[in-house]
């Protein structure tokens, strides 16, 4: 497995990376609103409320953005360079978008893709791929995009 870059579970995303490690994209959406907001925080920028609740979402968006790195990189992603990585537009709610890299499958190499090949505007879903952790520590998935 390739050295990365872990996220750092806080109070208001270790409910994200808990239904992640489940496999479900799930995004906060204020309860008394009822607006989504991504990345997960304690208020509705909206209403000013602090009652959130997590919708599970169907993880099927399209290609908003993207960009391709070239080293030089962070030492453990040099090796994996060029990739892509993508801004994806959620299908629930177009607005609401998610940064993450373009595979073939969950857990595969970042240049698993062609990134010359990515467009903007085409469909994805999301797919997790298990990060090692060590003993007694939460299990971490991170949301990577496939193809659909």
């Known amino acids: 497995m390739m ?3 872990l996220p750092a579970p806080d109070d208001d995303s ?3 990376w808990a239904y992640c490690a489940a496999g479900e994209l799930r995004v906060q959406r204020c309860a008394s609103c009822g607006r989504r907001r991504m990345p997960p925080r304690p208020m509705c920028p909206s209403c000013r409320s602090f009652d959130a609740e997590w919708e599970l979402l169907s993880g099927r968006g399209t290609v908003w953005s993207f960009a391709v790195p070239h080293p030089p990189l962070l030492p453990a992603y040099a090796e994996q360079a060029p990739y892509g990585v993508i ?3 959620l299908d629930e709610d177009p607005t ?3 940064v993450g890299n373009l595979v073939t499958e969950a857990g595969a190499p970042l240049n698993s893709v062609d990134p010359h ?6 469909p994805v879903e999301v797919v997790f791929a298990p990060v090692e952790r060590a003993e007694g520590e939460d299990l971490l998935a991170l949301p990577q995009w ?3």
């Open 3 to 5: 050295p990365m870059l």
């Open 14 to 16: 270790r409910a994200f």
């Open 87 to 89: 801004v994806v537009a």
């Open 117 to 122: 090949t990515i467009e903007v505007g085409e």
């Open 146 to 148: 496939r193809r659909r």
């Open 96 to 98: 609401l978008r998610m």
